[in-house]
C-alpha cells in the first residue's frame, strides 16, 4: 500500500493550508488513516486520524478547532484543512493507514506511511 500526500507549502501565520493524502492504488477495502507531523529535532507526533468510514475523526489537542480532517466519499482519500496556522505547526506531514484498529488507534500501529509533505508557517 502506498500514500501520497501532497498540499504542503510556505504560508503566513494565520493562514490556511489543505494537504491531501491517496493511496495510490484502487482498491475496494478501506482504511482507517491518520496525519502525523514531525518537527526538526522532535518526535513524530499525531495530529489527527479518521476511521475508515469517516464517522468518526480524532484530534491532537493542539489542533482542535483549526484543523479538520475529512474523508468526502467512500475511497482512501483524506484531507487535513489547516487554518489558523502557527509557526509551531511548521514540520514534515505525514500521512499513514492502518490495516485494523488496534488499541493504540489513532495514536499508533499505523502499518503504511506516505512520504511526507513540508509545512513551513512563517511568522
Known amino acids: 500500500v502506498q500514500l501520497q500526500a501532497s498540499g504542503g507549502g510556505l504560508v503566513q501565520a494565520g493562514g490556511s493550508l489543505r494537504l491531501s493524502c491517496a493511496i495510490r492504488?484502487?482498491?475496494?477495502?478501506?482504511?482507517?488513516m491518520g496525519w502525523f507531523r514531525q518537527a526538526p529535532r522532535e518526535e513524530r507526533q499525531f495530529v489527527a486520524a479518521?476511521?475508515?468510514?469517516?464517522?468518526?475523526?480524532y484530534y491532537a489537542d493542539s489542533v482542535k478547532g483549526r484543523f479538520t480532517v475529512s474523508r468526502p466519499g467512500p475511497e482512501n482519500t483524506i484531507y487535513l484543512q489547516m487554518n489558523s496556522l502557527r509557526v509551531e505547526d511548521t514540520a514534515i506531514y505525514y500521512c499513514?493507514?492502518?490495516?485494523?484498529?488496534?488499541?493504540?488507534?489513532?495514536?499508533?500501529?499505523?502499518?503504511?506511511w506516505g512520504q511526507g509533505t513540508q509545512v513551513t508557517v512563517s511568522s
Open positions: 499513514a493507514a492502518a490495516e485494523s484498529y488496534t488499541q493504540n488507534f489513532p495514536y499508533g500501529d499505523f502499518d503504511y
Open positions: 479518521i476511521t475508515w468510514t469517516g464517522g468518526a475523526t
Open positions: 492504488r484502487r482498491t475496494s477495502r478501506m482504511y482507517p
